[in-house]
């Protein structure tokens, strides 16, 4: 079947999708709700059984100590074929506040070319997407020329407490040439991208400590120092006047940017206008000599992500406080090592911090920062596939944020990851009125079949 | 009379001295509490009831649009002779925690030496002792050689809200040409004081807004100006590495301590090195070139009292908050102008604030520096009358807080005011266990009734 008879034959099959998708998203699997752990259940089976529908052979539903796993596989296309493992997650985030939704959020509801409901593009309607995508190779074209695994989880949302467990248990069962996951966006409507590369994450908290109880500012302000005094020269400190970190080796794992990145980011359409003014700032900030893109995907930032200490009701209150606290991270960047960083961090913090008072410096959390080669086979399958689907050549991307899971796959399957996601930053994952675009949910599932095919067509080549 | 006969009639009078005060400590006239109103109303009686049984005439208690004024008075001195206004307060702090007191607050103790209640040194202690010295005028020697006016008000403690009506409507009555205050600590037990200058105050408070939303760090870190980063450079650029206060002008009406002073300062005892213990710091701060003593009562200073923004719970959340705020406080010293001080403050924060995100500055309270020269008669009178209560000669100190009050009475009555307290700041004023050392009150009983008749001695002298 050419593209053509592909896209006519996903046309025809819209009303029954959007049934079944509605189906998939009236029940309310939201993760971390312990009055909603039989729905995440019954969610588990309704997605074996779709798994069955659809073709996939030795469906399972395996507990862990948390929420079940659904695996199922299509193993035709021999031993030289590549094996891809889809992975996605069948959880949902919780709905509050449930007053600012239009319907409710697991009445799937169909307007102006969207689907409305809770997990309707994260990530339901994206792991929907790839169901249907392996159905037309299983009973429409009745040839997959790929290896198929597809391991879809139930604890996404709360952090995949129990998924690296299962990764090591599995690790024969679950092994790959290439992970596929479409849990991402693109990067605008109508500008399909691939996402290669991800910040990591180093998180830190301050603690300084000035007199050991609160004191009246009067009687001894102005000789005893006071903490979130001296908390504000600490943070003030740890970036320069250019927007650079200051903390004494902070950027010597620092991969820079190739001239063919830098070019590849100029290209993308970002309207620097209309950023500030969707996020009424009177300009961007940050590290000079990058772009707004650059800077928040491929270079390194610190951000206070919170701070207390003191009086901080109405009014005045004359203390002078005994404590003052800070919560800091800064998002990293290949090749930099969040444990490296952390050290780093604390040993400068305690080196600027005043000698009149005691700070203390813990690490909360950490990531490493990825980086998916751009020429792996998968991500050039996926930029085929997407351009084919789309009509468009996929911009290559990366992200600011972190996707843990992702590490995770590269770590202990050893295969590369391919984030290949259509879904939009606009419609509000994790927030009300949560919806997913029917017409990328058609061009995904032909992009997602095409994939496939065009993986297995280059697999064997010498060019990539 | 001579000071031994008069030392030998207050200590037959212990006795009944520790009987009256506990009737006076036993009525909990806490101001700020609603449901004890009728209690301050029967303080107000009780002290009436005392005013009268000590000899002062024209006793009356007016009612204020809270809590009312007791007043008395005794003019038998004649116009030659000088006028004292007696300030005090009758009404107390509330008393949580109340499982910190080893007595209830309202069932006064004595135990080793010192009485313990609510109010015992704050400040009806030493209101009861100024009542005791009157009355040795009155009714032992018969002879008070100056014409006295005694002025008791009941919300002392929540910020004598309508004293100043009262003093404007009251001025014929209120004249005086000294005010006398008991109402503060000396240096220390066995170290003699009297205080002729308090700081001043200018509370402010700064909100710095960045984006119009909450953001997540890892999608807008490096690109958006970070409030909260942006309020720790703000507030780190207020001083500098010499702990001088850096907003332009700011020491433009400070006026510097004269030598006398310093040699002052020097000359009462103070042990850093203890200071240092107590307060379990590493060492002293603040500006470069003062001590401890002149940096907390001479000395301008800037304090951080709270700052708060982004997220303050357990764990890591990764968000790039919306606003940050900070309280930022000055103590300043004559002559500096709380207006002109916010003005200056304003002006700066704003000029140093990066250009990327908002700031706003609000003033939020104000209060002038007070010197009170201390070669007026009454404090000339005041430092006669310690010594030979304490068999010490008192030293001339600053304080660093703020009292409003004596402003007040500067401005309005135009008299300058004696602080003449004999309370010790380690006595738990506004604490759980407050205490008042009996010799020292039998001793300011002593000392006030010297006061009166060293203030008649030297009242015609040129000396002063």
Redesign the interface.
Known sequence: MDNAALQQYIEQQQTRYIEELKEFLRISSISTSPQHANDVYQCAEWLAHAAKAVGLENVQIFPTEGHPVVYGDYIHAGDNAPTVLFYGHYDVQPTDPLNLWTNPPFEPTVRDGKIYARGAVDDKGQVFMQLKALEIHTKVIRELPVNVKVLIEGEEEIGSVHLEKFLREKLHMLAADTVLISDTAMFADEVPSICYGL?G?C?MEIEVT????D????????????P??A???????L?DSYGRITIPGFYDDVIPLTDEEREQYRSLPHNEEEYCRE?????????FGYS?LE??SA??????????????GE???????SK????V?M?LVPNQNPQDIAHKFEKYVVQIA?????VRVRA??GGRPVITPTRSKGIQAAMRAMEQAFGKKPFLTR????IPIVLLFQDILNAPVVLMGVGL?TENPHSPDEHFTLKNLYRGILASALFYKELASIWHSDKY
Chains 1, 2 share one sequence.
């Open positions: 910040r994450l998180y000035g007199p050991n109880r004191l009246h500012s009067g009687v001894f302000g102005g000789a005893v120092a006071n979130a005094n908390l504000a020269k600490i943070l003030a400190a970036t996020l009424e700032i009177p300009a961007t900030d940050g590290e707004t800077k928040t270079r390194p930032s610190l951000d206070v992500n919170g701070l207390w200490g003191g009086y901080t009014g005045a209150k004359t203390v002078l406080p003052a606290y800070a919560k991270s998002r005043p000698p009149t008072v005691r909360l959390h992200e600011g944020g972190s930053n």
